[in-house]
């Protein structure tokens, strides 16, 4: 098997994990007008160790960012909100994005701010 048919491959199980955690990948079909982008290349190099917890939380990160800005401000009430997880889950999944160097936090609790990687994920228009 050749590299650009292993990655194919590795792809689409890439695809098939993050679906399977109830996300939704893109597929482009007709011109969006708003869009999150993942870098498949980023993403795959972390895909067996990062948790499907986590994949949640950074995709309801990512829905909050700007187009020219990654830093997300979001309680973590609004994160339980977004992704129906526990405080608990949600704290270990932030943890686990911190560790991988996907986000970094800023600020206090009360008024805690995300800065997201642009290695891994950006919004588009």
Do not use: C, W
Not at 51 to 70: I, N, P, Q, W
Not at 76 to 87: F, G, M, N, V
Request: charged share 30%.
């Amino acid at each position: 098997m050749d590299n650009k048919q292993y990655g194919s491959k590795r792809l689409r199980q890439a695809i098939e994990i993050i679906e399977s955690n109830g996300l939704s990948v893109y597929r482009r079909r007709r011109k969006e007008k708003s869009f999150v982008k993942l870098y498949t290349d980023s993403l795959e190099a972390i895909l067996p160790k990062i948790s499907g917890s986590a994949l949640k939380v950074l995709h309801a990160l990512g829905f909050r960012m700007g187009f020219e800005d990654t830093i997300v401000e979001m309680t973590q009430r609004e994160i339980q909100q977004a992704t129906a997880l526990s405080e608990h889950t949600i704290r270990e999944a932030l943890n686990e994005l911190e560790e991988l160097k996907i986000i970094s936090r800023l600020g206090p609790n009360n008024r805690r701010k995300y800065v997201l990687s642009q290695m891994f994920v950006k919004k588009g228009k």
